[in-house]
Every structure is written in C-alpha cells, then in structure tokens.
Nanobody
Framework: VQVVESGGGLVQAGGSLRLSCAAS????????MGWYRQAPGKKRELVATIGSGGTIDNADSVKGRFTISRDNGKDFVYLNMNSLKPEDTAMYYC??????????WGQGTQVTVSS
C-alpha cells in the first residue's frame, strides 16, 4: 500500500490550503482515512479522520476551519484548511486504516503559516 500526500506549502495567516492524499495498492477493506500533524518538538496529533460510512472525527482546534472529505471510488482523501493560523504549522501526514486495524502512513507534506 502506498500513501502519497500533496498540497502543502507556505501561506499567510488567514489563508487557505487544500491537502490531497492518494492511496494505491491492495486497498480492499479500507475503513478510515485521515490526517494527523506533527509540529517540531511536539507529538503527532489527530487533525481529522473520515470513516467508510462518512463518520468524521475532528480535533477541537480545527473545527469550523478544516473540512475533511473522501472519494471512496478513487481512494482519495482531502483536507480543506481555511482561516489558517501560525499554530497550524506542522508536517501533515495522511493515514489509511484497514478493517484489520493495520495502518499505513504517507511521508508527510509541510504546511507553514506565517504571521
């Protein structure tokens, strides 16, 4: 299974970015796709996940600003990020979880928000 993120970059505070993640390989029975982030010196934390049935879990810090969506037919997941803040600066990782609870991570895409 390969997981590849794209769409990171540098943006000013208040701006927007859209992250994309594509999964490929043996993708039978993907349950959850989502995003985590890790800032320098901090632990990796949940941003948002979306289940195969559409159930969404968001971190409180991004509610109302970030929107996760998923294209099940193409095994893509997206993260629309609005009203970005400097504290959103981090490496963003895509994760794919299967029904047997195995997880696959992408290499990450950097998001930097300047003040």
């Amino acid at each position: 299974v390969q997981v590849v993120e794209s769409g990171g970059g540098l943006v000013q505070a208040g701006g927007s970015l859209r992250l994309s993640c594509a999964a490929s390989g043996s993708l039978f029975s993907i349950e959850t796709m989502g995003w985590y982030r890790q800032a320098p010196g901090k632990k990796r934390e949940l941003v948002a996940t979306i289940g195969s049935g559409g159930t969404i879990d968001n971190a409180d810090s991004v509610k109302g600003r970030f929107t996760i969506s998923r294209d099940n037919g193409k095994d893509f997941v997206y993260l629309n990020m609005n009203s970005l803040k400097p504290e959103d600066t981090a490496m963003y990782y895509c994760v794919v979880q299967f029904s047997d609870y195995s997880k696959y991570w992408g290499q990450g895409t950097q998001v930097t928000v300047s003040s």
